[in-house]
Structures are given as structure tokens and as C-alpha cells.
Nanobody, 119 residues
Framework: QVQLIESGGGLVQAGGSLRLSCAASKRTFNSYRMGWFRQAPGKEREFVAAVSWSGGTTYYADSVKGRFTISRDNAKNTVYLQMNSLRPEDTAVYFC????????????WGQGTQVTVSS
């Protein structure tokens, strides 16, 4: 079982920045691929970014490429999402998720943190 706790959400003006953090309880944190997802009101949850267990490979949704950066610190059991040049359409609840290597799906989810971007 992995517990994930997100933090760092808030209200920011368009063009501003936020950094989200997700702390994991598992000591074998580096056995998990980590991802960030988001869900806006009335919309389905969507993929934002992911990072491999080593941090060496990252993946991004087209909508955030060049603006968001995912990273991880395995020594701190934490994954980050640096969000720059924020837009009102980035407003959503952001969730982090963990996928055990080889599992094929994200098995563990955090409770989410709200990000609101005002125009």
C-alpha cells in the first residue's frame, strides 16, 4: 500500500507559477513510476505528466509541454510538478498517482490539490 499526499496547490494569476509536491509513504518509492493527473469541473480526469522510477524519462500531455516540468527525489520519496506560464484552463484538481513497475496501471492515488488560475 502506498499513501500519497499532495500539496502546493492554490490560487494564482494567469502567467504565474506553482510547484506541486507529492510525498509517498513507501520506502520502495523508486519502484514506482509516478504521474500527475488533473480533473476540471464537469470534465474527465486527464493525464498531465509522468516520470520513470529513475527520473531519467519524462512524459507530458501536449497541453502542458514546455510549461510544466515533472521531477522526483527518491531520497525524499517525493515527486514534483513545476507549473509555469499557467493559464485559466489549467484550473483543476491535481492528483498524483503511483504505478508499480510492470503493473500496467496507476494503482495508488492521492486526495488531490486544487489549482485555480485567474484571468
Amino acid at each position: 500500500q502506498v499513501q500519497l499526499i499532495e500539496s502546493g496547490g492554490g490560487l494564482v494569476q494567469a502567467g504565474g507559477s506553482l510547484r506541486l509536491s507529492c510525498a509517498a509513504s513507501k520506502r520502495t518509492f523508486n519502484s514506482y513510476r509516478m504521474g500527475w493527473f488533473r480533473q476540471a469541473p464537469g470534465k474527465e480526469r486527464e493525464f498531465v505528466a509522468a516520470v520513470s522510477w529513475s527520473g531519467g524519462t519524462t512524459y507530458y500531455a501536449d497541453s502542458v509541454k514546455g510549461r510544466f516540468t515533472i521531477s522526483r527525489d527518491n531520497a525524499k520519496n517525493t515527486v514534483y510538478l513545476q507549473m509555469n506560464s499557467l493559464r485559466p484552463e489549467d484550473t483543476a484538481v491535481y492528483f498524483c498517482a503511483a504505478e508499480m513497475i510492470g503493473a500496467g496501471r496507476y494503482e495508488y492515488w492521492g486526495q488531490g490539490t486544487q489549482v485555480t488560475v485567474s484571468s
